[in-house]
């Protein structure tokens, strides 16, 4: 009975139903378990497009991060003290392209996935407000290295919990994109349309 309700919770989170599992009855950690899981069978099952067909791996794999990946969010840690001056659409615009830049650094970086154990570890969150962000940590478990991610979840307008940052293998994503964006902004004058158009 476990596994028949694991196995709803998954499907209805990963199709969007409402009604059977509203999105605000879950918490931080089951979100991205859900969304973690949810993400390593994609990759699993999709792992052999990686070299036949590229765009078909990483549409797979962006349409699983979306269900549980705030990219606004995204965009605006990113941005940082920049986000102030960026109009909506600017915002908007730089929130795709993260998009498909986490997509392809995500999607390759778990390419190699082969059904590793995935450990959820002990949160060391002792904030006492259950609407504070939550870092959930998760551990892959290899036969000869361990991959060890963390998950920076929110709780959006909607009363759902989404990730807004993440550090994969000690990388801080937001953190080494931010640099890169006040690099470009410096190099084009803070014109942000500009530091959109050479963004890599």
């Known amino acids: 009975m476990k596994s028949l309700k694991k196995f709803v919770l998954i499907w209805c989170f990963l199709l969007g139903l409402p009604g059977i599992v509203n999105a605000q009855q879950l918490s931080a950690v089951e979100t991205a378990e859900q969304g973690v899981e949810t993400l390593l069978e994609t990759v ?18 962006e349409t699983v991060l979306s269900t549980f990946v705030d990219f606004n969010a995204v965009a605006d840690v ?35 996935y082969n059904g590793e154990e995935l450990a959820f570890l002990p949160s060391n ?15 892959l478990r290899g036969t000869d290295s361990n991959l060890r991610l963390q998950y920076q979840m929110f709780l959006n307008e909607n009363d759902e919990w989404k990730l807004k940052n993440l550090s994969l293998a000690g990388i801080n994503l937001a953190r080494q994109y931010f640099t890169q964006f006040s690099a470009l902004m410096t190099q084009h004058g803070n014109d942000i349309d500009l530091v959109l158009d050479n963004w890599q």
Do not use: H, W
Request: glycine share 4%; proline share 1%; charged share 25%.
């Open 44 to 61: 699993a099952s999709s792992k052999d497009f990686f070299l036949s067909d590229r765009d078909r791996y990483f549409s797979e794999v």
């Open 125 to 139: 969150n002792t904030n006492a407000d259950p609407r504070a962000d939550t870092v959930v940590g998760m551990e």
């Open 78 to 112: 990113v941005m940082n003290r920049y986000a102030g001056d960026a109009t909506a659409a600017q915002k908007q615009r730089f929130s795709d392209i993260l998009k498909s830049t986490l997509t392809r650094f995500y999607g390759a970086s778990l390419v190699n």
